[in-house]
């Protein structure tokens, strides 16, 4: 009877130490930046102030290369990482500044691998003015960079640049790193409280909590074990 104890009290043991290491979930991390746009349709914005994690390539000719691998991986690392949701807004603003033409800003969301070629994460939107604009989709293996390719924006006088915000969902494999916490000069510091903090349990702290279950039961099983 203790052998097949024994047995039971390992595997559920086991059990425990795979759920523990189960710590997959979604994340979300958000940053800003100022930029300025001439208005002439093929050209992208030009940045003025940016944020953490946000690195703005427009060198490359007809693209509004604006990088956000650094933000995502704030929350993991881009190789565990299965798929984004990223919001585009225009802060304070209704919508994205139409040119004088009519026309409207040219969103997209890119993946690229390490050879430089590309893939859509989201497809281009050829003409919008919507903001919030939200893009969605999977993150392929081997991806090594991600990026907003945005361009085609109506006029933004550089003396009264726009502000825009970056936020993404980040859903991930594996273990997640804390996220950058910031805060913005407009923010005021919270209050000290007597109050017991409430817990944020992340999936890690779930997968954590739901290994103790399995031990619980196993450590019961030892104590019975010896009774008899």
């Given at each position: 009877?203790?052998?097949?104890i ?7 043991m ?18 800003s930046?100022t ?6 349709q093929?050209?992208t914005?030009?940045?003025v102030?940016?944020?953490e994690?946000i ?11 604006i ?18 949701k ?11 500044v ?9 969103i997209?969301?890119?993946?690229v ?15 919008t ?11 392929l ?9 945005t ?11 726009m502000e ?8 991930y ?5 804390t ?13 000290e ?15 954590v ?20």
């Amino acid at each position: 009877m203790r052998k097949i104890i024994a047995i039971c009290v390992a595997a559920v043991m086991l059990f425990a130490m795979a759920v523990s290491v189960c710590a997959d979930g979604t994340a979300t991390v958000s940053s800003s930046f100022t930029a300025y746009s001439t208005g002439n349709q093929y050209e992208t914005l030009k940045p003025v102030t940016v944020g953490e994690g946000i690195e703005f390539r427009t060198a490359e000719p007809g693209i509004g290369h604006i990088d956000i691998t650094a933000l995502i991986e704030q929350v993991a690392d881009l190789e565990n990482v299965t798929s984004i949701k990223v919001t585009l807004s225009a802060v304070g603003a209704d919508a994205f500044v139409s040119r004088e033409d009519g026309g409207n800003a040219i969103i997209g969301l890119k993946g690229v691998y390490a050879d430089a070629t590309s893939y859509d994460i989201a497809p281009i939107n050829w003409g919008t003015n919507q903001t919030p604009y939200t893009m969605e989709g999977a993150v392929l293996e081997g991806t090594e960079a991600v990026y907003i390719d945005t361009s085609s924006h109506g006029a933004i006088a550089q003396d009264s640049p726009m502000e825009f915000e970056v936020s993404v969902d980040v859903t991930y494999v594996g273990d997640a790193k804390t996220p950058v916490e910031t805060t913005t000069d407009d923010e005021a510091a919270p209050a000290e409280s007597t109050d017991t903090p409430t817990e944020d349990t992340t999936p890690a702290e779930t997968g954590v909590a739901l290994a103790l279950v399995p031990m619980a039961v196993a450590a019961a099983a030892v104590v019975l074990a010896k009774r008899k």
